[in-house]
Each structure stands twice: as C-alpha cells, then as structure tokens.
C-alpha cells in the first residue's frame, strides 16, 4: 500500500509517498480502506518536528493523520457488527502508534471500537472532519460543566474545533459569543450563537463571560474578561496562571465511540454543521499541508487515498 510519510521533519515537501506492507487486522481490530483522511493542525506538527517537544519519543519515518473515513476490507477475531464492505468513520489514536501507522494511508488497522458505521447521508470527506474536532469540542465543554443560561466566549469559532464547540454549547443552552474568521462572520452565525466577533475583536473590552473555549488557542487574553470561578479551556499548552478562584485547563483529546457516534448522526441528520474545503490526492499531501497553513480556507482539506 502507499502512505505520505516524513523521512525527515521539514517543510511541506518532507512528505512524500512510500510503500508499505498492507496491514493485517489483528484480534478486535478492522482494516479500513481509507478513503478521506482530514489534514489537521496536529498533522503539522508531525511534520515539522514540533511534536518532539510534546513526544520526545517521536522519530521519523513516521505518518501523519489522525481522522479517517473509508470501508471495512477486513475484520479481525472477536470483532461484531461490522463486516468488509460497512462505511466507517473513526479517528486512530496517532499518540499511542507514534507515527508508526497514520491516516495518511491506503490501508489501516485499527482497533474496531474506534470507528462508527458512516450513515448513507454523509459523504466520506465530510465524515473524516468529525472525529478529532467534535471530539475535542465535546471534551472540552465537559471539562468546563457549564449551567444551562451562562455565557462561554468560543474563540476560532470559523475552524473546526471551534465550531463544533460553539454549536455543542447552544445545544446545551448556553449564551455564546463566538468569533469569527476573517471575513467569516456569516457562517458563525448560522451555528446558532448569541454574538459573533470579528477576528480582530478587542477580547479584553468584552463584557465579563462565564466561560471560555480558547480554540485557536489565543492564550490567556481569551480569558481577560472570564468570571471569577470560571474555567479556560486550551487546546494547546499555555503559559501562565489562572485568577484566583478560577481554573485553566487543557483539552488532551481521547477517543470516545459514543461521543463519536452521536457526533456522526447529528451531522448526518443536519444537526451538526462541517465544512470541507477541498479535496486532493493522496500524492498531493505537500500540497494540502501548504494550503493549511496558508489559512483562510473555508473549511477542512482533506486529502483522499
């Protein structure tokens, strides 16, 4: 099978296609053939090397890619309810493999509970944009418990962390100020939330808020004007303490099928709202990671083995 590897951390161009051996699914675990793999902000830290700060233990050749969409090829000993030929949808735990498999792949094994069956609804790159972002915005509202009624400022509110996370809070009845993308106000809008800020909103002049989800992350400005007992949540590492009384924490996503499977169904049911932004071969891995990093697409590139 082919994968984008890295040989050796860098640009865009460290990427580059490799065969492998095809995988063998294993007791509990699928073999999906992907067919949509989302490139995400963690996947560029894989390639730059600057996972090594997090994971020392990281060494190349390792790939990237945590979110997967495809169909079962494959099913191991012990493993019911799904069969080759079901759609599904997962995210591949990236940290406990080390860049050892990644889903940048034609092939992957996995663990079976990791994936969700993929209803006829979605399509597999609008699917392969769910797992890592909703399931980050939901551990993320969970770590804060918000009340029903109070306010959570939701920064990056365009991107897919974000998103998901200020549609999550209107479904649990909070007021959200959510901001926007550059020149992305409309679709924040749409998510359902109280206000929308613009990108170069003064986040310090704000009324005070409850709560915050600092998905860009900005840091702890996003919290200037939090409540005294209120909670930060981070997707990234910050430095700094939080007020007295108040806490800072951050989101270390893991993977939850149910949380997952709900997620899946809500956007299939037009519940849930996700963006992609385009869609290229997997032989064009380089060039999905330039895009990303350019900013300003509406959307997920996801790249298609």
Not at 103 to 108: D, K, P, R
Not at 112 to 125: F, H, I, K, Q, R
Request: aromatic letters at 4%; hydrophobic letters at 45%.
């Amino acid at each position: 099978m082919l994968v984008a590897e890295v040989a050796a951390f860098g640009g865009p161009d460290a990427l580059a296609l490799a065969e492998r051996p095809d995988p063998v699914a294993g007791p509990g675990q699928v073999v999906v053939r992907v067919r949509a793999a989302t490139v995400n902000p963690t996947d560029i830290g894989v390639r730059d090397g600057s996972v090594v700060r997090r994971r020392p233990d990281v060494r190349p050749p390792v790939v990237p890619g945590w979110d997967l969409a495809g169909e079962v090829v494959e099913v191991g000993e012990g493993v019911e309810g799904l069969e080759p030929g079901r759609r599904v949808v997962g995210m591949l735990y990236w940290p406990a493999h080390r860049g050892a498999i990644g889903a940048y792949s034609e092939l992957v094994a996995l663990d079976a509970d990791l994936v969700v069956p993929t209803p006829e609804a979605l399509d597999d790159p609008t699917a392969a944009t769910i797992p890592l972002n909703a399931l980050t915005a939901d551990q993320a509202l969970r770590i804060i418990d918000p009340a029903p009624g109070t306010t959570l400022l939701v920064t990056g509110a365009s991107g897919a962390v974000g998103a998901f996370g200020a549609q999550f809070a209107v479904q649990r009845g909070l007021r959200v100020i959510a901001q926007a993308g550059r020149d992305d106000e409309d679709f924040v809008a749409s998510l359902g939330v109280e206000e929308v800020l613009p990108r170069d909103a003064d986040l310090t002049a704000l009324d005070e808020v409850d709560n915050v989800f600092d998905a860009v992350p900005l840091g702890p400005v996003a919290a200037t004007r939090m409540a005294r007992g209120g909670t930060a949540v981070f997707t990234r590492g910050i430095e700094g303490e939080p007020p007295e009384g108040s806490r800072y924490e951050v989101v270390l996503v893991k993977p939850d099928r149910a949380a997952l499977q709900r997620a899946v169904a809500d956007v299939a049911d037009g519940l849930l709202v996700t963006r992609v932004a385009q869609v290229l071969p997997l032989a064009e891995a380089a060039r999905a990671h330039e895009l990303a990093e350019a900013g300003g697409t509406r959307g997920k590139i996801v790249l298609a083995p």
